[in-house]
């Protein structure tokens, strides 16, 4: 079963086949670079012509009974939301095409940490999107080992999601 849609973009009365792909959207958006680094990263796969954002598992956007935790940091303490806010996470990792993270070198996030791990134990490639002048900081060996392949946030909107690759990342580990 082909887990991508073929969408038909009509451009000057020329059909153009084009396939998409869904992405697991694993990004932080506790602190001010991880949520300047998620709106650009969000930006970009809007105009990614190659990625099917409407279909695509965005846990922002589906957080149990549309409740965020940084909006009401009491959630924390209750275990139904927590629950099912992590299930539906788990959910969306085993559903969607591959997983893109959005990765601030030093602002490690736990359960970014989790969600790669299950990305990985599931088969599913792994892209690591780090904010240009973020490129070249070290990052964590863990993340660093995991992921199959690392790009740079300008190259985001052009990345073509139907060729993963593997690639190293151009900085240390620590």
């Given at each position: 079963?082909?887990?991508?849609?073929?969408?038909?973009?009509i451009?000057?009365?020329?059909f153009v086949?084009?396939k998409?792909?869904?992405?697991?959207?694993?990004?932080?958006?506790?602190?001010?670079?991880?949520?300047?680094?998620?709106?650009?990263?969000?930006?970009?796969?809007?105009?990614?012509?190659?990625?099917?954002?409407?279909?695509s598992?965005?846990?922002?956007?589906?957080?149990?009974?549309?409740?965020?935790?940084?909006?009401?940091?009491?959630l924390?303490e209750?275990?139904?939301?927590?629950?099912a806010?992590?299930?539906?996470d788990?959910?969306?990792?085993?559903?969607?095409?591959l997983?893109?993270?959005?990765?601030i070198?030093?602002?490690?996030?736990?359960?970014?940490?989790?969600?790669?791990?299950?990305?990985?134990?599931?088969?599913?490639h792994?892209l690591?999107?780090?904010?240009?002048?973020?490129?070249g900081k070290?990052?964590?060996?863990m993340?660093?080992g995991?992921?199959d392949?690392?790009?740079?946030m300008?190259?985001?909107?052009?990345?073509?999601?139907n060729?993963p690759?593997?690639?190293?990342?151009?900085?240390?580990?620590?």
């Open positions: 079963m082909l887990k991508y849609d073929l969408i038909v973009l451009r000057g009365g020329n086949g084009q998409t792909k869904t992405v697991y959207f694993c990004a932080g958006w506790f602190t001010d670079n991880q949520n300047k680094a998620y709106k650009d990263a969000m930006e970009a796969i809007k105009e990614n012509p190659t990625v099917d954002v409407k279909n598992y965005v846990p922002l956007e589906h957080q149990y009974k549309g409740l965020r935790v940084d909006e009401h940091p009491e924390l209750d275990r139904e939301w927590a629950t806010t992590y299930n539906g788990r959910v969306g990792v085993s559903t969607s095409d997983l893109l993270a959005v990765y070198p030093k602002e490690e996030d736990v359960g970014m940490g989790v969600e790669l791990g299950m990305a990985s134990a599931l088969g599913k792994i690591v999107v780090i904010p240009d002048e973020d490129w070290p990052i964590n060996l993340s660093w995991i992921a392949q690392f790009i740079k300008s190259e985001l909107a052009s990345f073509d999601f060729k690759a593997f690639n190293f990342y151009d900085g240390a580990v620590y």
